[in-house]
């Protein structure tokens, strides 16, 4: 079966640059979730996009920002890259939104390491 | 805001015993779901079993089993005859309204 699709898996960049992440929700999903778990922790959420429009918003810096196309994919844009957002960035979806409770699929998750 | 609390940070057991994570949580929500996520040392995220908390009987996925208590805002998850394969960081998970929130994981080590 088809999984959630994120890329690229790994991404090595400097600070104050710019990253995108790429994620592709499994067919007919129409909700995109991002997470980000840092070293040692447990996933904290940054954002979702239901129907291509945002639906909840978490800790993601005002450095960060993201959207979902018409095609449901989404990207995470992350700028003036800090060392502390060196972490696993998890992409994840589901179909109808969270308040559906329908099970949320997550990605194989993009390392990215600032340095 | 709800909350997850996982408060075993380690476990370990031989393999073939029986373990039991522990998971509470804190809602004033009625309809939610909750979740077990097993992260292997791959860090990918895999779904183990879900819940929803309308429904009464726990939920069971071959060696994976919860004990829900809805009451006492409980959710365990046992793993019987456990393999190697199991050794890995377990998140309990809870989804209401709003987003997925996790607990603080619980690193299992299943010995040979």
């Known amino acids: 079966a088809a999984g959630v699709i994120q890329s690229p898996r790994h991404l090595i960049k400097e600070k104050r640059e710019t990253a995108t992440l790429k994620c592709y929700p499994i067919?007919?999903?129409?909700?995109v979730y991002w997470y980000q778990q840092g070293p040692g922790q447990d996933p904290q959420f940054l954002i979702s996009?239901?129907?291509?429009?945002?639906?909840d918003k978490g800790s993601i810096p005002d450095r960060f920002s993201a959207q979902q196309f018409s095609d449901y994919h989404s990207e995470l844009n992350m700028s003036s890259l800090e060392l502390g957002d060196s972490a696993l960035y998890f992409c994840a979806s589901s179909p109808q939104g969270y308040a559906s409770g329908n099970t949320i699929y997550f990605g194989e998750g993009s390392w990215l390491t600032v340095v | 805001a709800q909350t997850v609390t996982q408060s075993q940070p380690e476990m370990s057991v031989q393999e073939a015993e029986t373990v039991t994570l522990s998971c509470t949580y804190d809602?004033?929500?009625?309809?939610?779901?909750l979740f077990w996520y097993k992260q292997p040392p791959s860090r990918q995220m895999i779904l183990v079993i879900r819940q929803e908390a309308y429904k009464q009987q726990n939920a069971t996925e071959n060696r994976f089993s919860v004990n829900f208590q809805k009451a006492a805002k409980s959710f365990s998850l046992k793993i019987s005859d456990s393999q190697l394969g199991d050794t890995a960081m377990y998140f309990c998970a809870f989804q209401g309204a709003q987003k997925l929130v996790f607990g603080q994981g619980t690193r299992l080590t299943i010995n040979p």
């Open positions: 067919p007919r999903h129409d909700t």
């Open positions: 809602t004033s929500e009625n309809n939610y779901y």
């Open positions: 996009f239901y129907e291509k429009m945002q639906s």
